[in-house]
């Protein structure tokens, strides 16, 4: 007769078996260096060597496996010899050396094992955290070659030992691909899959709890904003992933985006539109303002409040006029810059019956006594010619500006203007002069322009290719100094791409006009918010919240020229 155990003991061993395993479990990750709290499973040996540990299933070879962690099936043979050539066993570990990783798992892998680490103010801050880092191994995980460890020195002023605890900062223009920052500012790994169906190539993208089509997939993945465009990614993707209903998706549900309406950063490695977004984005990132201003002393700062006169601009929920309430923050800029700073502030345009005098309440009635500041002045009567003639006068102020301030890029032009985009998202966001799209000219005659003082005395303004690469550099450091500014100050950003190169509607993409023949270096067109949400609306309306957004720019000009190479960013 076989004797079974009483019940309660049986259950009382497998508990004990179960905790025994857990234990042992967590101890190898404690006494391995390997860091769980990521989906992926990394290791550092001796400080020097970074490799993944993918745990093998029935089924798998080492071409699936190099597949999935490389992007490509020929690395299979370097993942064997790498294993020891063992065979494949299900429950074994196969290891991915750190190099052959694509980018997105080098940066988990990265961010797994040295969770303090961050993209900061254009730079990667690395915090040594095992025995036995060196220069050259954060150089080779983070550059790709160890042969830019003699830069990261010069970078950081070391001579080559470096403390457990310390920090590395790695400037953007060594950094691989995985690294470098978005239009966020931020490193962000991308949650895509790409596969194929019948109608070709698309991303998937499995849906997570509390995330919405519109907002989480569409303006995330495919950077669109303007209400019919978003309508029309949406029509897309759900017609493509078979969603009948979008308010009753389930979680986990797999969506389809057709890989042509991806913004390029999340395109596959290799895909020549991706691989054009990244060689533009080294060149400008090797530009960033270097030059320190105490108090401002020597800076010029050109405000152009958006549209006025006859040119209203937006007209918003509960009737708010964009333009009398962008000229109320300029007004409120302007007047924070003289009282608390030594800059030097030129105004495009003047309101010839208030002055520059801020308006302290909810409500700023319409009206039509904005002129831009021309000779002679401009009513604004069209739109188009208005903004090429604030191409014009930004022009000329510049050239009188002097010298030394030019050549120390001590001039920064902001135009600002509140959008009109899809009703759901709120925030403000930042237009910069992507260098590609930009035009390297421009020419007006007859009419006006021949009447115009400035246009006379600029035209044509011409800008080399060297020249808006170097623009959108600059222009993409004060946009990330302000971003962050506003969110310090309580001012909302919209969540995804706060800081853009380009307005899309449709197929067509462009630069803002006053920006896009701008001579200005450092430009950026500033929208303070959604005029077709209730929300940034009320908060537009609140006097205390544009006072904030006023504030918010001036601090983030002071940061911006009182900035060393040791305190660019604080990494804590």
């Known amino acids: 007769m076989q004797h079974r155990k009483p019940h309660g003991l049986m259950s009382a061993y497998r508990l004990n078996i179960v905790l025994l395993s857990m234990f042992l479990l967590l101890a190898s990750f404690l006494l391995e260096g390997v860091s769980s709290a990521e989906s992926i499973d990394a290791k550092i040996v001796r400080g020097k060597s970074i490799h993944v540990r993918h745990s093998v299933r029935r089924g798998d070879s080492y071409i699936l496996i190099s597949k999935q962690w490389t992007g490509t099936s020929s690395n299979w043979r370097s993942i064997r010899q790498y294993n020891g050539n063992r065979r494949l066993l299900a429950g074994s570990v196969c290891k991915i050396p750190y190099h052959l990783l694509t980018s997105s ?28 880092e060196t220069v050259s191994s954060i150089s080779s995980w983070l550059t790709g070659s160890s042969k830019n460890a003699s830069r990261i020195l010069r970078h ?16 953007s223009d060594l950094l691989l691909d995985a690294f470098l920052e978005d239009e966020n500012g931020e490193s962000e790994p991308s949650d895509l899959s790409f596969k194929s169906d019948s109608q070709g190539s698309y991303a998937s993208y499995k849906l997570k709890k509390g995330e919405a089509l519109y907002s989480s997939v569409v303006v995330r993945y495919t950077g669109k904003i303007n209400h019919e465009d978003v309508m029309d990614a949406v029509e897309q993707i759900t017609r ?13 549900l797999e969506i389809r985006i057709p890989t042509d309406l991806l913004l390029p950063k999340y395109l596959p490695a290799g895909n020549p539109r991706r691989q054009q977004y990244e060689t533009k984005l080294k060149e400008v990132l090797k530009y960033r303002n270097v030059s320190q201003a105490k108090d401002l002393i020597g ?9 006025g006169g006859a040119d209203p601009g937006a007209i918003g929920k509960m009737g708010i006029h964009e333009d009398e309430y962008v000229y109320d923050i300029a007004c409120r800029i302007r007047r924070l810059l003289v009282a608390k ?28 006594h904005e002129v831009l500041l021309t000779t002679p002045e401009y009513k604004n009567s069209d739109a188009r010619v208005s903004a090429n003639l604030r191409c014009f006068l930004s022009a000329s102020i510049y050239e009188s500006i002097p010298w ?31 260098a590609y799209l930009s035009r390297k000219s421009l020419d007006r005659n007859g009419g006006i322009y021949d009447r115009t003082k400035e246009v006379r005395a600029c035209r044509p303004i011409k800008v080399s290719y060297s020249e808006r690469v170097r623009s959108e550099g600059y222009s993409r450091d004060f946009s990330f100094e302000l971003i962050s500014s506003m969110k310090r100050h309580g001012v909302a ?11 899309t509607r449709g197929r067509r993409e462009f630069v803002p006009a006053v920006i896009r023949y701008n001579p200005v270096p450092t430009k950026l067109l500033l929208e303070v918010g959604n005029l077709r949400n209730t929300t940034d609306c009320q908060r537009l ?22 900035r060393t190479s040791n305190t660019i960013a604080s990494a804590d």
Request: aromatic share 8%.
């Open 240 to 252: 493509r992933s078979g969603i009948r209903d979008v308010k009753k998706m389930p979680v986990g």
């Open 299 to 307: 800076v010029h700062v050109i405000l152009d409040a958006g549209h």
């Open 156 to 171: 950081n002023g070391l001579k080559g030992h470096i403390r457990l605890g310390s920090w590395v900062r790695i400037p």
């Open 541 to 562: 309306m609140d006097p205390d919240y544009r006072e904030r957004i006023a504030e918010a720019y001036v601090d983030a000009l002071k940061r911006l020229y009182g």
């Open 341 to 368: 700073t030594r800059a030097e502030v030129h105004m495009t345009v003047r309101d010839k019956k208030k002055g520059y005098k801020v308006v302290d309440s909810k409500r700023i009635p319409p009206d039509r």
């Open 105 to 132: 798992h080098k940066l988990s892998a990265i961010t797994t094992l040295f969770p303090s680490d961050k993209f900061k103010s254009r730079e990667w801050w690395h915090k040594v955290s095992y025995s036995g």
């Open 493 to 503: 950003t919209l969540t995804y791409h706060p800081v853009r190169d380009r307005i």
């Open 404 to 434: 030394e301030s030019r050549k120390n890029n001590r001039v920064v032009f902001t135009s600002i203007h509140a959008d009109s985009l899809y009703p759901a998202l709120t925030g403000a966001s930042i237009y910069i002069p992507d």
